[in-house]
């Protein structure tokens, strides 16, 4: 059992920065796949970004503009969001899967999710 919490959410302005972190339990996080998450209103949960040992994988609408990393040593991963837009907002969740399987993307490949932090960008 893995548990996942989320940190780092709020109020941003458009064009502003913020940085979410989640801190995994469990002893082979570095084989962990993780992800980030992120479900708007009336919307699908959909695929943010994934970091699968050293590779990364991003949504088209987040390229160049957000970046996650991950701290071995500290069981986190990080997800660093910058020029916020107002369509960035949402509900921003973590997600592990231990079945080290490579890059996965959506929902159902994800075992263990966070309890989700909320984003919301002012225009």
């Known amino acids: 059992q893995v548990q996942l919490v989320e940190s780092g959410g709020g109020l941003v302005q458009a064009g502003g920065s913020l940085r979410l972190s989640c801190v995994a339990s469990g002893r082979a996080f570095s084989s962990y796949l993780m992800g980030w998450f992120r479900q708007a209103p009336g919307k699908v949960r959909e695929s943010v970004a994934a970091i699968s040992g050293t590779k990364t994988n991003y949504v088209d609408a987040v390229k160049g503009r957000f970046t996650i990393s991950r701290d071995n040593v500290k069981n986190t991963v990080y997800l660093q969001m910058s020029r916020l837009e107002p369509e960035d907002t949402g509900v921003y969740y973590c997600?592990?899967?231990?079945?080290?399987?490579?890059?996965?993307?959506?929902?159902?490949?994800?075992?263990?999710w966070g309890q989700g932090t909320q984003v919301t960008v002012s225009s």
């Open positions: 997600a592990a899967d231990t079945r080290m399987r490579g890059m996965r993307t959506t929902v159902d490949d994800y075992e263990y």
